[in-house]
């Protein structure tokens, strides 16, 4: 009976672990659907590994949002289209299209827990021929 307990008690508890992790990416997602920078930085870490078409490296939390926000400012995002999300060693991860006015971008958003918080690691925005 104990054993069914613990059991039962560990799985809700990775079942409830499970949809807080999935609600980062979540806001995540949504900032880049309406290409809001400020929202999409809330969840930037200290340090955030940005790869765009023009240039590629590890920036500021502050930095990275100028950048971003020039990006989405630059380019008029239209949309994002989610293809896949999910879990990775160590973190989440999701994966899509970022649709604008210069055309359409393959993204990749790679997150991490970090003191309790779901923070952006990486992102890559590589231009669709």
Do not use: C
């Amino acid at each position: 009976m104990k054993q069914i307990f613990t059991s039962l008690l560990l799985s809700t508890i990775l079942l409830f672990s499970s949809f807080k992790a999935q609600e980062g990416i979540d806001e995540v997602i949504n900032a880049l659907k309406s290409g809001n920078a400020s929202e999409l930085a809330k969840y930037f870490d200290d340090t955030v590994e940005l790869t765009l078409p023009d240039k590629s490296d590890s920036y500021s939390k502050a930095q990275a949002q100028l950048i971003v926000k020039d990006f989405f400012s630059n380019n008029g995002v239209r949309g994002f289209e989610l293809k896949h999300k999910g879990t990775s060693p160590g973190g989440y991860f999701a994966i899509g299209t970022l649709q604008t006015n210069s055309g359409n971008f393959r993204t990749n958003i790679f997150m991490k827990s970090k003191s309790g918080k779901d923070v952006v690691k990486e992102i890559r925005f590589q231009s669709i021929d």
